[in-house]
């Protein structure tokens, strides 16, 4: 199977307005790179940059997928449904009948600091409010079950194979940058890429960027699976060659 057959157009970006960034005053120097210009005193990205980015990201979650790696979904958002999208990601059925695998778990509110570099002490705590019938917890308990729901719901070890943020966040990178967990995401003019191994230059508070990267993830991940079972055949195959000319 090709790994590289992703086909993105420059009219799909521009229709959902993906090359649109923030006002010029905000642009940070970092982003200088990706920027073809402005218009109206609004950042514009350029487009082929951004679709050379996206084929970067599209091979690299090929290869986490087909070997069953995992990818941790983190937002705080608060003017796009995160949460909704995270929530049917994570319980996205495959051919088998079988849950998402290869998403480790989500934050879709607010960044709780030390959650992974603290993440047994969160387990713990998490394990004790879910123990407790919810009319009797109180505030800051019920607020620690919105906020970790998407962690609670995944008994994985602690740390994932790479982090996907959807906006930026300074204490999500720098926590997951603690670990070596490598972070990519799409990065606005007003973001600093250093925190991230790879970053996608466009517009991260979209809708319909948000239902694009969501649906790229989803092929990614189809892709992935593909790899890996074509992998496993031609693994099979040259066993069973071997086997029969000895």
Not at 55 to 83: H, N, V
Not at 104 to 110: L, M, Q, S, V
Not at 115 to 131: E, G
Request: charged share 25%.
């Amino acid at each position: 199977m090709e790994k590289n057959n992703l086909i993105i157009t420059t009219e799909q970006l521009l229709k959902i307005r993906f090359h649109l960034g923030h006002k010029k005053n905000k642009l940070n120097t970092s982003m200088i790179p990706f920027i073809y210009g402005f218009r109206h005193n609004i950042t514009i990205f350029h487009l082929e940059k951004i679709i050379f980015s996206l084929k970067i990201i599209y091979k690299a979650l090929i290869e986490i997928f087909a070997k069953r790696g995992t990818i941790f979904l983190a937002s705080t958002q608060k003017d796009l449904p995160i949460y909704d999208y995270f929530k049917n990601f994570m319980n996205i059925k495959n051919n088998d009948d079988e849950s998402n695998i290869y998403i480790h778990g989500y934050i879709a509110y607010k960044w709780i600091n030390g959650i992974f570099t603290n993440y047994f002490f969160y387990r713990k705590l998490m394990d004790q409010i879910v123990s407790v019938e919810k009319e009797l917890l109180n505030s800051r308990d019920k607020k620690y079950l919105k906020y970790l729901e998407g962690v609670q719901q995944r008994n994985y070890f602690p740390n994932p194979d790479l982090a996907v943020l959807f906006g930026y966040n300074v204490d999500a990178c720098k926590e997951f940058n603690l670990l070596s967990v490598p972070v990519i995401g799409v990065l606005d003019s007003n973001a600093t890429k250093e925190s991230y191994i790879y970053g996608i230059p466009g517009n991260d508070d979209s809708y319909e960027v948000l239902q694009f990267f969501f649906e790229f993830i989803k092929q990614t991940e189809r892709a992935g699976r593909l790899y890996e079972k074509n992998e496993f055949y031609m693994l099979c195959l040259a066993k069973a060659k071997s086997k029969v000319f000895e």
